[in-house]
Nanobody, 129 residues
Framework: QVDLVESGGGSVQAGGSLRLSCAAD????????MGWFRRAPGREREGVAM???????NYADSVKGRFIISQDNAKKIVYLDMNSLQPEDTAMYYC???????????????????????WGQGTQVTVSS
């Protein structure tokens, strides 16, 4: 059983854009928090952006103003629009889900993903200079 499936990764030049998609099954999508995380070679996993069912969003400082997380509730898809990509954004990107504390997306942020328990297989993003 696969709960989350990511797509949309690829290779772009610095300054370019990509859109990642995460398709979730109904039970996973309804848990409350959906997030995007990334892991670059030799680095720890990093929280990138999270969104609650109430559409409240959270972002890592490193991507604020460049990345946008959104969701299509009817299709049960979470998107990550990545703009002004830089080589340091190169990483494997993962989609994840968990329950929302107190039912609010305001509590979905997790800088490492340790509280998230449903994970996709990941999609590679490579940004060249």
């Amino acid at each position: 059983q696969v709960d989350l499936v990511e797509s949309g990764g690829g290779s772009v030049q610095a300054g370019g854009s990509l859109r990642l998609s995460c398709a979730a099954d109904g039970d996973t999508f309804s848990q409350g928090c959906m997030g995007w995380f990334r892991r670059a070679p030799g680095r720890e996993r990093e929280g990138v952006a999270m969104i609650g069912n109430d559409a409240i969003t959270n972002y890592a400082d490193s991507v604020k103003g460049r990345f946008i997380i959104s969701q299509d509730n009817a299709k049960k898809i979470v998107y990550l629009d990545m703009n002004s990509l830089q080589p340091e954004d190169t990483a494997m990107y993962y989609c994840a889900a968990r329950r929302a504390p107190y039912g609010s997306g305001a509590y979905c942020y997790d800088s490492t993903g340790v509280t998230y328990y449903s994970w996709g297989q990941g999609t590679q993003v490579t940004v060249s200079s």
